[in-house]
């Protein structure tokens, strides 16, 4: 291990020890980088958020308390405060999606990103696409799946839309168009490779992060089914908490399964507060 790479992961453990990751670097015990055998910095990104350096570290090892960076990257214990830059570097991200014509051919309505998000938000609503009703007002879940999805969470419309607490970003962020059948079409596969990990970059302070629907979970969890997620979500937190996409349809699936509002809500209301509260 060269000077540079063991000076950064000292580092790193220093950072670990003063504000551990959930889930993530706290299994590191010893704060002596000698006695870590077999550890190799595959590459090293620094990002800044206030004053608190923050090393994402992908490594490979024959430890197995130590897991991969992608298990705590994104989520923190504590908040970070306010900085300039950080909103500075989101507000110039944000005006390039929204000047995004990427797939501007396929979108019957035009592009019309709409997403919602602060470097300070805790909360990450990750959702499918915007419907019709969605694109026209530029506000996510301003429809009739956005009531049923605050009734789940408690939450009412200012806290919804609260982006210091609360971010929302779609898996696509254009309206995508109907099947010729009916209902909405999946969401843009360009998108979300194009988007999504550079938004989540700047987010640092998500501690749950909500998968809402097929897509949402699909493309995070990988290929399963929604319902058997949904019953078995402690198996996913405290990271990811999996909820069927709140249209009309999920009202008969809720109904055969007294379980979503005896057991599920409560605990998802309960991590929800866990993630807000300061």
């Known amino acids: 291990m060269g000077p540079v790479y063991a000076a950064a992961l000292r580092l790193w453990l220093d950072l670990c020890a003063a504000d551990p990751y959930r889930g993530g670097c706290r299994t590191v015990r010893s704060p002596d980088f000698t006695s870590l055998p077999f550890i190799r910095l595959a590459w090293l990104k620094k990002h800044r958020s206030g004053n608190a350096a923050v090393f994402f570290i992908t490594h490979r090892t024959h430890i197995g308390s130590v897991k991969p ?3 705590y990257s994104l989520h923190r214990t504590t908040p970070l405060p306010p900085h300039d830059t950080t909103d500075s570097q989101l507000a110039t991200l944000l005006h390039q999606i929204r000047a995004c014509t990427a797939c501007a051919q396929s979108l019957p309505l035009g592009p019309r990103p709409v997403l919602h998000a602060s470097p300070r938000a805790r909360l990450l609503i990750a959702s499918q696409a915007p419907g019709t009703k969605v694109h026209e007002t530029g506000v996510s879940f301003n429809d ?3 009531d049923r999805l605050r009734a ?3 939450m009412d419309r200012d806290l919804f839309y609260d982006t210091e607490k609360v971010a929302i970003v779609p898996m696509g962020l254009c309206y995508p168009g109907v099947l010729p059948q009916g209902g909405d079409r999946p969401p843009r596969p360009e998108c979300a490779p194009l ?8 987010l640092p302070n998500i501690r749950l992060t909500l998968l809402v629907g ?3 979970q699909n493309h995070i969890l990988g290929k399963g089914k929604v319902f058997e997620r949904v019953e078995q979500f402690a198996r996913y937190l405290p990271t990811y908490f999996p ?4 249209s009309w349809r999920t009202g008969m699936w809720e109904r055969r399964t007294p379980a979503f509002g005896e057991i599920i809500i409560p605990a998802l209301r309960r991590e929800v507060a866990r993630a807000l509260q300061d």
Request: glycine residues 8%.
């Open 214 to 216: 097929s897509y949402a």
């Open 69 to 71: 960076a992608s298990a």
């Open 195 to 202: 988007w999504r990990q550079r938004i989540l970059d700047h």
């Open 243 to 246: 909820l069927p996409h709140p």
């Open 152 to 154: 789940w969470l408690g």
């Open 144 to 146: 009739a799946s956005g």
